[in-house]
């Protein structure tokens, strides 16, 4: 139910915009996230949009990155600027709710990104 598209190689500096295109019911009633996992480490937390807008960051990427939503185009985006190479990694995106007293949760497939000159 979960897309993501948009990794790739890009050089320390650069930038790079990640997509998750979501099949879900009702796509404006969920919480959306990006979590990352790099080799050797455990997944973490990246950034989170919740179904009314607000937003939350890591401390690593705060200040770096943004995470936005279209409701209209059921996609949540990751604009990642000023990339490092501590930032390599898989990244997932994730879909939440509580609907109806029951927890919801998707995960995409994952989307490389490579940050090395």
């Known amino acids: 139910q979960l897309q993501a598209s948009g990794g790739g190689l890009v050089q320390p500096g650069g930038s790079l915009r990640l997509s998750c295109a979501a099949s879900v019911s009702i796509f404006s009633s969920w919480d959306m996230g990006w979590y990352r996992q790099a080799p050797g480490k455990q997944r973490e937390l990246v950034a989170t949009?919740?179904?009314?807008?607000?937003?939350n960051y890591v401390d690593s990427v705060r200040g770096r990155f943004t995470i936005s939503r279209d409701n209209a185009k059921t996609t949540v985006y990751l604009q990642m600027n000023s990339l490092k190479p501590q930032d390599t990694a898989v990244y997932y995106c994730?879909?939440?709710?509580?609907?109806?007293?029951?927890?919801?949760?998707?995960w995409g497939q994952g989307t490389q990104v490579t940050v090395s000159s």
């Open positions: 949009i919740s179904n009314g807008g607000s937003t």
């Open positions: 994730n879909a939440n709710r509580i609907w109806y007293g029951l927890k919801n949760d998707y």
